[in-house]
DNA sequence: CCTACCGATCGGTAGG
DNA sequence: CCTACCGATCGGTAGG
């Protein structure tokens, strides 16, 4: 039962994310999962019912996993070394380009952004705001702690985590390009920590 | 008759940039013209065979209109003030924005990037790989004439053009924000310049 | 350009 | 969870 439900939340999110909602069918969903089309309505009431709930979860899995919202910078040591400091980022970018829920997540905002208000406005804050304030407040560190030089540390943000947000959507559309993506990711952030370093 | 085999086209990019193509019903296009459905088969086989002509008038537009490959940059004066540089840059993003044409297809192949392989490669060709090898030969050039110092001239273009490409798409899903998003881009290319220049 | 129609599929319901 | 069905709409055709 409630095996089925969730099994009915997830076919969906795979179809959503790659065809969107309104070109996603209740037969496509039933037949992806083995069963027959009335008997989503068991667990749904309706389509719609079905995306409801699908951000529901969206909303719930991000606040319990994302760091955009969960840092508390007073708390966390920050790694003084660059070289930590990359290897932190890459891992934090390898878990958000991989965990299955919130790149298809991802992929669903991107493609509905433009007809679902409500979808319009959590794809601008998950993927922009929360992560722009996020590498604002980090920079806002670095330069506290003297490791980075002081400028407009929302700039500085935006040219360290936009092109990375950038790199991401090129390896949800081409995957195959993920390694040669990798490098100019690494390139990048040293790149960034030698011209923004002081002294 | 071309008149209204135009206008089809027009208002079928006009819906597939919002609602996507499977999601567009040809009654759809057919009522927001005026027409009945049947009428568009007049015109048009198929309705692929809209989509197929919009893809050629998108090809054909961009080869046309698009800096990003149309620049010989041994016979274009780049201006050494930077102030004149960022007025030029801005000009382009502007153009870029507002050019119903550009415009629309660019959302359209954001929207289309999951599922059409063939719309796929579009959008990595000319939001992403025209646009930074025409940042990139832009910034050698720079560094050519001693304006910039010398470091990865990719990795420079992709933090001077990739978050504007973010921004770009920020606009395109919530237009009301342009002009907060302009000042960021001018204190962005500002930034850049301040920070890369030499000397 | 239209009316009239096609079979297939849409989201959803009845009833078991 | 199923079969059987609903009216509406889908892309597309015939014929004028």
């Known amino acids: 039962m409630k095996n089925t439900k969730q099994k009915i939340l997830n076919v969906s999110l795979d179809l959503f994310s790659i ?5 996603t ?3 496509k969903i039933a037949n992806t ?3 027959r089309k009335a008997s989503l309505y068991s667990h749904f009431e309706s389509k719609q019912a079905i995306l409801n ?3 529901d979860e969206i909303l719930e899995y991000y606040d319990k996993k994302s760091n955009f919202v969960n840092t508390d910078w007073n708390t966390v040591d920050v ?3 660059v070289d930590e400091i990359v290897k932190k980022i890459q891992e934090q970018i390898q878990f958000i380009l991989h965990d299955p829920y919130i790149s298809k997540a991802r992929k669903m905002l991107v ?3 433009f007809n679902n208000p409500i979808l319009s406005k959590l794809q601008t804050k998950q993927n922009y705001i929360d992560v722009l304030n996020y590498f604002t407040e980090f920079i806002q560190l670095l330069i506290q702690k003297d490791i980075l030089i002081e400028e407009d540390a929302t700039i500085m943000a935006s040219q360290f985590c936009l092109p990375i947000t950038v790199w991401i959507n090129l390896c949800d559309r081409e995957p195959e390009r993920e ?5 100019q990711i690494c390139k990048h952030i040293e790149q960034f920590f030698k011209v923004y370093k002081k002294g």
Chains 1, 2 share one sequence.
């Open 19 to 23: 065809y969107g909602f309104e070109a």
């Open 25 to 27: 069918s209740m037969s």
């Open 33 to 35: 999962i083995g069963i």
């Open 53 to 55: 709930e699908i951000i």
């Open 79 to 81: 790694p003084e070394n």
């Open 111 to 113: 493609i509905e952004q």
């Open 179 to 183: 390694n040669e993506v990798m490098e």
